[in-house]
């Protein structure tokens, strides 16, 4: 009504030969960094080198942060001393097997054929350290680069792999480059990949799932698009959607959620978590495509399908991954019930072939391990902590007697760390707000559903063992988080010049800082010998830090 009212306004000035007031100069948009963006990327050899070069630039600094001195220090550390080993005598005896006392030294002195043949009751399975036992083949093991490289890879990789979503949420380049750049700078991410423990391979592959999830998500919603052409249709009143059973993008989630739970159980969390995500992203996409009972048939028609399509799948991957136990005679348990451990299954599960069972008692005493462990640790972390980063793990620390020491400090950035922490209350409001006012918020529930599915289980528990670099699993999607929240505080190019100024003023000033802190934390996340008051100036929140 209040457009009309104008419209008639302007009318009776025009007939009464009234000249309209001058509206001023036009409102000026954007920022002379946009204008200048846009003259260079009307240029077709500058768009191709901003798009293929930037990432490229990233994968080298990502590549040099965990390449570059991997073999320093030439000795295991920390958690090193269980999955360096054991990749060891998996790779030479299909298991896991026991070390005599020394073995690290003798490892780290060329000699790692001191293994005896006992097998060790180990509690996670076996991808993980095959991943190692790769670098070991291909490197050896007279330079820990070898025992190393295997993660390092995989922790490249990851930065590649976030690229590659950033790209796909956020249609932009440049969004693209910065959330790549985040995590190849990023201290947690960088130790993790110079420190053979098994956690980056989780990382990797629930990223991976999570990206072929979202590729089947376009998918989908493309090919219910006759859905959404025929809503307006009078014969809909029995139409509960179609239900799609080649999902090929979904296949491939199944296989990487099922390398994620072999190479720790709690990659098990992503397939639950993303897989409960497709069928409310099914849903709402049956919604807007029009079909009348969207929840119903989403429920009772396609979850089922989803379920089939994703879990036996993921099953199969995680059992093929003990081959080297059941094809050899040495494994923990492997004998159990042959050597009088226990009886074999009886009635309706007598037909469960014995391997079959004594495997199971070994996955059932994994399980009861997990649970019940509580062992105190000077370096475990609350994960009511983790978001705060209060108690960082130590891998390494050495005197060097001379004023100067060298450590190998598991810390994220903490400039990135608080403001991804900041960046996910902002999707929270931002998905909460845009679920009451009906706005689309598909980017941000999908971010939302990585940091649920790698962080929120570990609020089961509190009462375990944990430490600070179990976030490593979900920190990708942190990273997304916070590049979201610097997306919104940047603006667009359409905003009004003092906005948009000011928004990339305060993101490049707060980029320049991450650089600086990144540069002044490297010594402590690759062991580079600095002096010992150098080193007490990074522990920003004092005793806990270290």
């Given at each position: ?22 509206p ?62 054991d990749?060891?005598?998996?790779s ?23 293994y005896?043949t ?85 990382a990797?592959f ?94 009772l ?8 399509l ?90 060097h ?7 190998i ?22 998905v ?9 918020v ?22 375990r ?57 490297l ?24």
């Amino acid at each position: 009504m209040h457009g009309m009212d104008a419209r008639a306004e302007e009318f009776e000035r025009a007939v009464h030969g009234e000249v309209p007031p001058d509206p001023g100069p036009p409102i000026r948009t954007g920022s002379r960094l946009d204008d200048a963006w846009q003259r260079w990327m009307s240029h077709p050899g500058a768009r191709r080198a901003w798009e293929w070069g930037a990432p490229a630039a990233v994968i080298g600094v990502a590549a040099a942060a965990r390449l570059i001195g991997l073999d320093h220090p030439h000795q295991i550390v920390f958690d090193e001393t269980y999955y360096v080993k054991d990749a060891y005598t998996l790779s030479h005896l299909g298991y896991e097997s026991r070390w005599p006392d020394g073995a690290n030294d003798s490892f780290a002195a060329g000699d790692p054929d001191v293994y005896l043949t006992d097998a060790s009751f180990v509690v996670h399975p076996p991808l993980g350290k095959w991943i190692i036992a790769a670098g070991m083949a291909a490197f050896g093991t007279d330079s820990a680069f070898g025992w190393r490289i295997g993660m390092a890879v995989m922790g490249i990789l990851l930065v590649v792999l976030t690229m590659l979503v950033a790209k796909r949420l956020f249609r932009s380049t440049t969004l693209m480059v910065v959330a790549g750049a985040l995590i190849a700078i990023d201290g947690n991410a960088i130790v993790m990949s110079r420190v053979s423990l098994l956690d980056t391979g989780i990382a990797f592959f629930g990223l991976l799932g999570a990206y072929f999830v979202l590729l089947d998500r376009a998918s989908t919603e493309r090919r219910l698009a006759p859905w959404l052409d025929a809503r307006d249709a009078a014969a809909k009143p029995t139409d509960w959607g179609p239900v799609f059973w080649w999902r090929p993008w979904l296949l491939a989630a199944a296989l990487a959620f099922g390398c994620a739970t072999s190479v720790k159980w709690s990659g098990l969390y992503f397939l639950a978590v993303f897989g409960l995500y497709t069928v409310v992203s099914d849903a709402f996409l049956r919604k807007k495509a029009g079909v009348a009972f969207w929840g119903t048939g989403t429920v009772l028609r396609q979850a089922p399908v989803n379920f089939l399509l994703m879990v036996p799948l993921a099953a199969v991957v995680y059992v093929s991954n003990w081959v080297g136990w059941f094809t050899t005679d040495g494994g923990y348990y492997r004998r159990w019930i042959e050597d009088g451990g226990g009886s074999a299954w009886s009635g309706a599960l007598s037909w469960v072939p014995i391997d079959v069972q004594n495997w199971w008692h070994y996955q059932a005493s994994i399980m009861n391990y997990h649970v019940s462990e509580n062992s105190p640790h000077p370096y475990q972390a609350n994960p009511l902590t983790w978001l705060f980063l209060i108690r960082p793990t130590s891998m390494h620390y050495q005197d060097h007697g001379d004023g100067t020491a060298q450590a190998i400090l598991d810390i994220a950035n903490p400039l990135i760390w608080w403001g991804a922490t900041a960046a996910l209350v902002f999707l929270v409001v931002r998905v909460v707000r845009g679920l009451m006012n009906r706005r689309p918020v598909a980017m941000e529930a999908f971010i939302l559903t990585g940091i649920a599915a790698g962080y929120l289980p570990w609020m089961l528990y509190l009462g375990r063992t944990v430490f600070q670099f179990y976030t490593i699993a979900f920190e990708p999607f942190m990273i997304l988080a916070l590049t979201a929240a610097l997306a919104a505080i940047a603006g667009s190019r359409s905003d009004p010049n003092p906005r948009r100024v000011a928004g990339l003023t305060t993101v490049g000033v707060y980029l320049g800082f991450v650089v600086l802190t990144s540069l002044f934390f490297l010594p402590m996340w690759t062991g580079i010998p600095v002096p010992i008051e150098f080193l007490k100036a990074h522990y920003w929140l004092g005793r806990s830090w270290i």
